[in-house]
């Protein structure tokens, strides 16, 4: 019969051993070098059938181990297969909406690759058509990072037009257009979007919006006008009834609050009494 | 006649309730349940989406298993011990035998069902989620499905051992979470007769993933009250079918 002793020594002997082993072990690897991490995640389809009727589960998991990971920010080659790591997630369950709004983050704010997340986010509203969330967030990263305004607009557009798009969507519509050099179609958008405000916020947004476009367009006008009466007769006009008579202009016009703008005959300079430097370009 | 099935099926009913499998099945439902909690906490986003999802599927991981074991066992120990000809020298038939084996089996499942059903609620609740209906929806459907894993172990139990019963009801859980596949795998076959095989399989095997509306509970998707209709049909029809056929299996056996 082996003795007590010697068997709780051999116990404590090969723990020791099996630890040491494992630090051994441990300490000749990287568990983050191998790049070939992803290979083995199958397709959406594939985990589909994999999952037998789990592939919530499954995609839970997968979206889980998605965030753990690309928040290891020391792993220099974690963006390789960021697009089907999503891809695989939506496809699993196409109507999980987070996936689709943190995988266009990560892509859009670590990877930094607006294409991958316009392309995600193209795929989250394609499957779940009466989301204007997705859209909302492709508009403002092409409007944010791309400075491509038609895009941007093109994102909102197809956001407001969705059933429950809060109204703030037409309202980057409009800007949109506006930022995107169609003033008289921005203006359009924003007098609609006045006119049918439901409370006094948007009512003033609009305002401040139409009162700009408005302005810009009409001392565009006068500065041209007045320019032409200063090559004619070399001054300034006294005032800008002046340009009236000599039918310069057909009318005055006056701003969108009803005032008439600020002219000033010394230095021939017209302005608006509201120009608002956040609205320009 | 209904108190022979009845006295079958409480029988069953208790013989499954004493057994330490049963409760430790029942236990590990409750704590994987409660163990999603925790998951959650990894996410980002809708956190209640991941406590449901993953709650869910262990309740549903761990009653089908409760059905399997059980199911697969019941039919074949009676006759390993051979309690069998105790219960058929009495006046009971083997068509009742069977019936009331199956009802004291879903009585089983029922109250494992509720059980984790409750202390799910509850976690629900404590964790803001509010009373869904859609949710109780949920625990029907995987009861209809667990009874067709009950009626279909038993079906393989009623001629065969435990372990080829098991590797049988386990093939066909699986292959039931897959039916839509054959559709597609369908479109790819030439040859006529595995195209026709394919379709027949594709009638004949259980399509369990009828049951499975866990994407429309936890995603808060419409539920089209036909195809729910339409499933517990089929579970019924799936049952019944399966029941009938081992009533026949069971008639013809020869218990010397």
Known sequence: MIPGRLLAAVFL?????????QNRYDSNLDYFADRGTFVSLPSGKALKVLSFGYSNLAADLLFIWSIQFYSTTYLTNRFDFLE???????DITPQYKEPYIIGSLIMVYEARDIPMALRLLDKGSRLNPDEWFFDHDAGYYCYKFLKDFAKAEFYYNRAAAKPDAPPFIKRLNAHMVYLGDDPT???QMWLEIFNNARDTLEKDGAFNHLYQIKAENDLALLKERIGIFRRQFRRWPATLNELLSLRLLAALPTDFAGNEYIYNPEQGTITAERVFKWKQR | MKMKIKAIAVNTFKESARNKMFYLLV?????FALSSKLISFLTLGDAMKVLKDTGLAAINFFCIVIAIFTGINLIYKEIEKKTVFNILSKPVSRDQFIIGKFLGLALTMLTALAAMAVIFFLLVLASGGGFDLKIILYFFMLFLELLVIVAISLFFSS???????FIFTVSL???GHIMWTFNEFKMILRDPFWKYLTQGLYYLLPNLDKFNIKNEVVLNTAL???TILFSVLYALAYILALLAVTILIFRKRDFQ
């Open chain 2, 159 to 165: 001629f065969t051992t435990p372990i080829l019963s």
């Open chain 1, 13 to 21: 002997a090969g723990l020791l051993l099996a630890a040491g082993m």
């Open chain 2, 27 to 31: 236990f590990f439902g409750i704590f």
């Open chain 2, 224 to 226: 089209n009250p036909w």
């Open chain 1, 185 to 187: 179609m921005a203006y």
């Open chain 2, 173 to 175: 859980y699986l292959i």
């Open chain 1, 84 to 90: 089907r790591v999503y891809d695989t997630i939506t």
